[in-house]
């Protein structure tokens, strides 16, 4: 029987995570339903025999490149713990600039907005727990990853989210958000990263777009204007090379005041822009 100091040890078998050592961690702490601080705590506590064999099978997938949150079925985003699986994208740290630039943009109590392409519901999930006041429309494609979103807001009991299925706009009935945002697929199928690291156990339909992966921002952007209220802002998340011709893509939508945001890496990962201003209300002549 081995303790906890001796399969932290064991982070060195993970040779191709750039991150083994926390995975280890975070893989044991599953097994333990336990924080990493408790490891820290308790170095020589010893597995049992269940403990220690539901541990070694974790560790012998992360070694086959399992994503970790596939092996614990959680993943941490925004301030939410939501559950995720093989049927859409784990939720990453990236997307949190999509939601910051929303709240800071749309700063109103009542607001109608759309995520499309929800996934694991991460985005509307995370606009909700901000604003509890919104009323959010989050529609994805893929019927497995829509009965995540829902378990995910239900888990988190937020009645101001309404999961669609719907491919993009199609399925939605008319109607007008003060703003949409989407993380939708935009990588190019030749792109060598989908043959590395995570991506290899993710599904490729919420990766890949055609027209070197901008043929569904392409569509968004055409479509969106239609759903837009006037003053209405659309957000999309993009790969860090593709942001001038995503620009691009909203001026020839129609859009105005495109402009695109930085990552902590000062990398171009979002654009946004609207459909038109709001005209100031001209006081009343006397
Ligand atoms: C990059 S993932 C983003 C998931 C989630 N919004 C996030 O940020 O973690 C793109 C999502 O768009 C969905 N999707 C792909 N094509 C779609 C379509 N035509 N209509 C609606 N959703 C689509 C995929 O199933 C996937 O869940």
Same mark, same amino acid.
């Given at each position: 029987m081995a303790s906890v100091k001796d399969n932290i040890a064991r982070w060195g078998e993970l040779t191709h995570s750039e991150s083994a050592r926390l995975d280890t961690e975070i893989l044991l702490g599953h097994i333990l339903a336990r924080g990493r601080a408790w490891l820290y705590t308790w170095p020589e506590y010893q597995l049992t025999p269940a403990q220690q064999s539901a541990f070694d099978g974790l560790l012998a997938r992360r070694r086959r490149g399992e994503p970790v949150a596939h092996l614990t079925g959680k993943r941490e985003f925004w301030s939410l713990r939501l559950k995720v699986d093989a049927s859409t994208l784990i939720p990453r740290p990236d997307? !949190?600039? $999509?939601? !910051?630039? +929303?709240? +800071? $943009?749309? #700063? *109103? !109590?009542?607001v109608r907005a759309l995520d499309l392409g929800t996934g694991s519901g991460a985005i509307a999930l995370a606009l909700a727990a901000e604003r509890p006041g919104w009323q959010i429309i989050a529609a994805e494609r893929s019927g497995t990853a829509l009965a995540l979103a829902e378990e995910n807001r239900r888990n988190l009991g937020f009645h101001n989210v309404e999961i669609h299925r719907s491919d993009w706009f199609a399925q939605l009935p008319p109607q007008r958000f003060a703003l949409i945002v989407s993380n939708p697929p935009y990588i190019d199928s030749a792109d060598p990263h989908l043959q590395q690291g995570d991506v290899r156990f993710e599904p490729r339909s919420a990766l890949v777009a055609g027209r070197r992966g901008l043929a569904d921002i392409e569509h968004i952007a055409a479509c969106a204007g239609d759903y837009l209220e006037v003053g209405g802002w659309l957000l999309v998340e993009h790969g860090w090379q593709q942001a001038a011709r995503v620009r691009k893509i909203f001026t020839a939508a129609g859009f105005i005041d495109v402009q =695109? &945001? &930085?990552?902590?890496? %000062? &990398? !171009? %990962?979002?654009? $946004? @822009?609207?459909? @038109? %201003?709001?005209? #100031? *209300?001209? #006081? +009343? =002549?006397?």
């Open positions: 997307t !949190e600039l $999509l939601v !910051e630039t +929303a709240l +800071a $943009l749309c #700063p *109103q !109590e009542k =695109s &945001r &930085r990552d902590y890496c %000062r &990398r !171009e %990962r979002i654009t $946004l @822009g609207t459909r @038109g %201003r709001i005209q #100031p *209300q001209l #006081p +009343a =002549s006397t």
